[in-house]
């Protein structure tokens, strides 16, 4: 079987990210238009989380449903690995349950490329620690897209603790993949300190790196960062990082406010962000069930021919 | 029984001695070495014209893992695998389960790598600086210095408190026993697992700074120069730590350090896609690192060449990268690596390369090792050298338990092909016994 793994956007081609977008673009169409999307071909798909997550998990279910495929799910908790069963076992017996592909998150960076040695199928990795999160970052491109019609060229700052976040990498390597410009904002200690490989440029400013942004992207700020002194304490991140009707106004007019979730509502946003004319974030929880559609197909090689990309599916077991 | 290993290349740094002669042996000892020696009545002949004769090799840093981690690695299979390397003479690190802090562990340690099927090779034990290797209180140094440690060290478990280590090098000055410090600043480097650089922050793994090497180095550097403590520094990994040691030497504290193969060739990028097989501590860093550390080789700030032998089971090491343990295998790579990447780069002479590999580190423990004088050692220790050999490391058909190693299927250049520790304890099958009988007709 000719399958591919999504396991982060670093090593994806700009063409397979266009053509992801584009495939969920077509499934949101099809699926408000009340079309049937179900799947040429049906499998059995392993939603594996090993980490807190529910609308992560909720989206993958749905984008399940739409295309007809089965999910089973699995949870740490009260599973073998609680009594002390290694990753790698894990995996292989899912393999031997045949289930067809895994949706996985996990809390150690590398888990998804593990679990990718081992399974023999698609690995769609679902967040591996502060590693990557690649269906969270298609889903922001979808949205960013329809807004702004095109990703190349665009300014945005991602705004918060890049340090710890996947979904900073993610989006990171997928936008500047895509031809815009990727500022990385948020105090010292909460920046990687060698942005050499890291796909943007550091700001420490929040001024100065919003200024002009057609797009922010803001971080979840956890409160464990404040207990272990990285940030002096949330009264301070709120006034020098938070996004709100005073600190908007330095980027482009019509920017766009984003948010992966959950929102620690009054620190990295206040409610105008959060809630007015600029916030997407309502159309990026919608538009993870399509692109996470788009990953499945992606990943089970059934890419429509009508895409002017030419499939590069990797042949057998990696 | 009298053998005779003839028309080699004599390589003594004890001596300084570099010339083309032979080795004459009396049942387990060296008799005679030199241009003109009359071998004619010796019962076994090696013709080692085209190869280098040096002291067998000597390796302060090994992990034997026994007792505790047999699943790792036993002694029987560590010796093995020294003998394969080289190696005649060998230290095993403290941190077993338990650690190596009691005098009967010692006794274990040196009856088992003296049985049969042990691989032949001196073993020389580090004892545990502190009980259990946690850092509340010191061992019984007195008592494990009679069993017969040759250092201490707190491997595995570096000191953070610096009136521990105060005492800790007091009392190893009066024991007359050298520390071995494992140097780590462990509030800089916890939960790290690869170098703070690039490649870890793109692929979102703590970083371990080069700080916390380079504090601690220089925390111990300063308390050797005040002790008046020996201090060996385990595993040299950033220019930083070598200009601290550098300076430390300059100010007359007894500091000496090692270095290891991976952390003059491998750089923290090589991780790749999390390969959890490159995961060392102190981490692999960056090639301004490896210059400044092959420099300091050559210059002779960095005394010795170590492996770190560090085998684990390959379960152990199929986890996710920040989950795996640290360490490679070392024992049968670290020759054929020094000698393809150090000695035929030009950066060591043969003499030079021997004299970091076994002369260098024997002296500064004091081991009845690294040389070729008659009496110079208790028996005999040699290590025939191929020096040309092109080979292939392929760690399925190592010795050693652990098979973990980014160097599997490495071309090398150079290798150990006969050990003799008394007795011939490793011949290679590269080397051909009858070699001799095609040569010796004059």
Redesign the interface.
Known sequence: MSYRNLLGI??LEPSDIATLIQMASSFKERVNRGENTASPTKHVIGLLFFEGSTRTRVSFEQAAHYLGHKVTNFASQGSSMSKGE???DTIETLRYERLESLVMR?P????A??AAR?FGGPIINAG?????HPTQALGDALTISEKKGSLSGLRVAIVGDV??S?VA?SNGWLLSKMGAEVRFVGPRTLL???????PGTAHYDLLSGIEGADVIMCLRLQRERMRQGLVGSEGEYRRLYQINSRTIRYAERDCLVMHPGPINRGVELDDIAADGAHSTIRNQIENGIFVRMAAFEWVFGNVPTASSQKSTAKRGKK | MRTLLKNGRILDPSINMDEIGSILMEDDQIIAVGADIDGSDCEEIYDCSGLWIAPGLVDLHVHLREPGEEHKETITTGTQSAAAGGYTTICCMPNTNPPLDKPELIDYILDRAASPEAGGVFVAPVGALTVGLMNERLSDLHALKKAGIVAASDEGAPIQDAALMTQAMELCVQFDLPIMAHCDETSLSANGCMN????N?????KGMPRSAEEIMVMRNCLLSLHTGCQLHVLRVTTWGAVEMIRQAKYLGAPVTCEICPQNFILTD?MVG??DPRFKTTPPLRTTVDIDILLQALADGTIDCIASDHSPHAA?EV??????APFGMVGLESTLGLTLTHVTHKGILTPLETIRKLSTAPAKLLGLDAGTLQPGGTPVAQICVIDPDLDWTFDVSRTFSKGKNTPFNEVRLKGKGVLTFCGGEIYRDAQFNPDRYETFDLD
């Open positions: 670093r090593n290694t990753l790698k996990h150690a960076s590398g888990s490329h593990l081992f591996d620690g502060q590693h990557e340090l710890h996947r990498r990687p300190s060698n942005l050499s490989l890291f | 703070d650089g690039a490649t922050a793109m692929l979102g793994l990028d896609d999390f379960y199929d986890v996710p990268f920040e989950e």
